[in-house]
């Protein structure tokens, strides 16, 4: 049972543009929540992360938004750089299953077009 | 300074033998997690050491898999009489801390295992 599920294993999108990537959860529990970007042959990298007080955080270009009633967060990258190109991974934790445990989705593929 | 490294980079194996992963964690983070990720799947939680406790096993798929921590410090998940399903890529991470907060886990490059 996927409880991060991130339904778009790929996504194009033009250089200078808004990519936003989604992801969705099945468990109430989850009260934090973390965006992941991963280069070919390196391992994950944390990018931001928000708490479910919050309904967004911005770093720089990176801002995520979390809409605790549906269940959703997505990860707004403007402008969108060649460099962006990589997979993304949403993960998320609870208190109740020990904050250390994160629950990844399976990732979506970022391609900048030049 | 360094970051988690791991080894070896790929391994490949025969079905039903045994293999040890090795994971260096990021000098002076006390906590330390093995992930895998299976194709078309996103990592999975394997095994989670902090300091001197007991380590959390629940992510472990079956007994065949172990991981131990040794001096605080280096990492080894051993896998027994390996199975076609255990082909993956596996990670460890490591953190400053593991306290009621969330903790940054820094990744290593992770072990490409195949199981012929």
């Known amino acids: 049972d996927q409880q991060v599920k991130q339904n778009s294993p790929s996504l194009s999108v033009q250089e200078g543009r808004i990519s936003i990537l989604n992801c969705d959860y099945t468990?109430?529990?989850?009260?934090?929540f973390l965006w992941y970007k991963k280069y070919p042959a390196e391992g994950p990298t944390f990018l931001i992360s928000i708490s479910s007080i919050k309904d967004k955080n911005e770093d720089g270009r990176f801002t995520v938004f979390l809409n605790k009633s549906a269940k959703h967060l997505s990860l707004h990258i403007v402008p969108s750089q060649p460099g962006d190109s990589a997979v993304y991974f949403c993960?998320?934790?609870?208190?109740?299953?020990?904050?250390?445990?994160?629950?990844f989705g399976t990732g979506t593929r970022l391609t900048i077009i030049p | 300074g360094a970051g988690v490294s791991q080894s070896p980079s790929n391994k490949v194996t025969e079905k039903g033998k045994d293999v040890e992963l090795r994971c260096d964690p990021i000098?002076?983070?006390?906590?330390l997690y093995w992930y895998r990720q299976s194709l078309g799947q996103g990592l999975e939680f394997l095994i989670y050491f902090q300091g001197n406790s007991a380590p959390d096993k629940s992510g472990l798929p079956s007994d065949r898999f172990s991981a131990e921590r040794t001096g605080g410090s280096v990492s080894t998940l051993t896998i027994q009489r390996t199975q076609q399903e255990d082909s993956a890529v596996y990670l460890c991470?490591?953190?400053?801390?593991?306290?009621?907060?969330?903790?940054?886990?820094?990744f290593g490059p992770g072990t490409r295992l195949t199981v012929l």
């Open positions: 993960a998320a934790s609870s208190p109740n299953f020990g904050n250390e445990k994160l629950t």
């Open positions: 000098s002076g983070h006390t906590a």
């Open positions: 991470a490591s953190s400053l801390t593991s306290g009621g907060a969330v903790d940054t886990q820094y």
């Open positions: 468990n109430s529990m989850f009260d934090y």
